[in-house]
């Protein structure tokens, strides 16, 4: 058997080898428990609820946050894209922002957001809030995994007053359509019509659609004539509208007509008239101008034909006076 010599310094430098294994085995371990992904995980996909109550958006997350986690909230009213929504809530470096209109109405569900819970609460909730919200965790350097998540939020409200109006004209003979439409209302309204206090389903002549609120009366008469209303119904409420119907005789019609067309023919005869009349007015001849200034009357200056009887009585006295003395000279 061999024996080689081991001296201390060797023994030391082993020691430190397998102390440096073991600690790189350790870090290794270590890593591997380490999150280095970040998952947003959405509880309840749709949230319904009515006008003017509180919901909660629920938006959970896995990671760890760091100097760099931030969360955002954004919302796509409508129809609208969630990749076209616009930023609701921020939260970054311990601070938070609510840039969006419904910043008075919105809250964050923990304070801080850095625990897993990231979501919302929105009071008082109005028709414009219905939409997308996307709830988005960025945490670097965690960046594999689904990192944003998206609730539908379904507002539901009663139906706003409808609009009842008569397609074309009720004439006696022919076929009149009815229109009735809520411009809001969720669920879709659904509308009925009565007519003097009765169903419009007990007249054979009268046919609704209840989805589009339409009321077709066929072979209209005299006999329908009256006041119409509508209903419109949903989960939260209903509203109505009235509409008063007066079914004309095709005679009468024909009648009504001939006089508008005739006043509307007096009308134009009395403005042809106006026209004329100052148009010819204003084609006659004004008094013509002098052209020369000869013929001009004016206060110092004579006109022809004319004359100035002081200056008449100068010349008589100036020839009497020539005269008299032409006459003394003769005698002298």
């Not at 409808?162 to 359509?177: F, H």
Request: with cysteine; aromatic share 8%; charged share 15%.
């Amino acid at each position: 058997m061999l024996f080689l010599p081991i001296s201390f310094n060797d023994c030391e430098s082993s020691c430190k080898l397998a102390n440096l294994f073991e600690l790189v085995l350790t870090s290794l371990c270590t890593f591997s428990e380490v999150v280095i992904t970040v998952d947003v995980t959405i509880p309840e996909s749709t949230v319904v609820g009515k006008t003017g109550s509180n919901v909660l958006l629920p938006c959970i997350y896995s990671s760890s946050p760091g100097s760099q986690f931030v969360l955002e909230w954004r919302f796509a009213p409508g129809n609208t894209a969630p990749s076209d929504g616009r930023q609701i809530y921020y939260y970054s470096d311990g601070k938070m922002y609510k840039p969006g209109s419904q910043s008075e109405r919105l809250s964050i569900s923990v304070t801080p957001p850095v625990t897993g819970i990231a979501s919302i609460h929105l009071n008082n909730i109005i028709s414009a809030d219905t939409g997308s919200y996307v709830c988005q965790v960025n945490n670097p350097p965690d960046f594999s995994g689904t990192g944003s998540g998206i609730v539908k939020l379904i507002v539901q409200v009663p139906p706003s007053t409808p609009t009842c109006q008569l397609n074309g004209k009720a004439i006696a003979g022919s076929d009149a359509t009815l229109m009735c439409s809520s411009a809001e209302g969720y669920p879709t309204p659904v509308y009925s019509w009565t007519f003097a206090g009765s169903k419009v389903s007990s007249f054979p002549s009268m046919m609704e659609n209840e989805r589009s609120g339409s009321l077709l009366i066929t072979n209209i008469s005299q006999a329908n004539s009256g006041t119409y209303q509508c209903v419109a119904t949903n989960d939260q409420g209903t509203a109505t509208c009235e509409l008063t119907v007066s079914v004309t005789n095709a005679a009468d019609a024909g009648t009504i007509a001939g006089a508008v067309v005739g006043v509307l023919l007096a009308i134009l005869l009395i403005v042809a008239v106006a026209i004329y009349i100052l148009c010819y007015r204003g084609k006659q001849k004004k008094p013509l101008k002098p052209d020369y200034p000869g013929n001009e009357i004016r206060e110092d200056a004579m006109s022809p034909g004319m004359h100035d009887g002081r200056r008449s009585s100068q010349t008589d006295s100036y020839l009497l006076n020539n005269a008299t003395t032409r006459h003394e000279n003769m005698v002298v």
